[in-house]
């Protein structure tokens, strides 16, 4: 399918690394709340506190982080602010292992709106700047089944991991699927003579850029 319709290594291996990504977070995000009342605290206003703290923090940290990104020539620096988020994302769910207070939660969250600040405004504008734009629904499509597979697919995984191993089992299977993540990233310098040129070149007549409250 990737062939037929010509679609570009780079669109290709964000699609891909999402993928792994949103299948990560997805196993803990239908079961979060049981994880913070039977671990934490049987405080329900615990599990709305996180949120508020994740989002505060990602509406604060992504104006100043696309700024830098505008502001810096050329896409490497949205390149390393991709690859590190991602990482972070990941590394959230390993803490998630270690916690057991309220303020715990509170902190994980806080820098899991940071990392999603860092990454996601970069991934959008990798993908944006690299849409082939005879194309630019089929690839914007594909990036939606993609998502839409992995999360399905997690939702019933994760709370089989849950209920068979426990969810410290499932936090370390979730850092494994957000490093593989950063990494399939990492591949987009394999050849880097070839990406540099990629990353610096006319960013003229591009596919406008597609927000929405999923990626």
Request: net charge neutral.
């Amino acid at each position: 399918m990737f062939r037929s319709h010509s679609v570009n290594t780079i669109i290709r291996t964000l699609i891909i690394s999402d993928f792994f990504l949103f299948f990560a977070t997805g196993l803990l995000t239908p079961i979060y709340a049981i994880f913070i009342v039977e671990h934490i605290s049987n405080d329900l206003t615990i599990i709305g506190y996180a949120i508020t703290c994740y989002w505060l923090t990602r509406v604060l940290m992504v104006l100043p982080c696309s700024w830098i990104m505008d502001r810096v020539k050329g896409e490497t620096d949205e390149y390393f602010f991709m690859i590190i988020g991602t990482f972070l994302i990941s590394l959230v769910a390993l803490l998630y292992t270690l916690a057991s207070m309220p303020w715990h939660i509170y902190i994980l969250q806080i820098f899991n709106g940071l990392a999603h600040a860092m990454a996601v405004p970069a991934w959008r504008i990798m993908f944006t700047n690299h849409v082939d734009r005879a194309i630019v629904g089929f690839e914007w499509s594909l990036e939606d089944v993609g998502v839409g597979i992995a999360t399905a697919a997690s939702a019933t995984i994760g709370t089989l991991i849950v209920s068979t191993f426990g969810f410290n089992t499932l936090f370390i299977i979730i850092f494994c699927f957000g490093t593989i993540s950063a990494l399939i990233l990492l591949t987009l310098d394999r050849d880097r003579k070839k990406f540099l040129i990629q990353l610096f070149r006319n960013k003229t007549n591009k596919a406008p850029l597609k927000i929405d409250t999923f990626k």
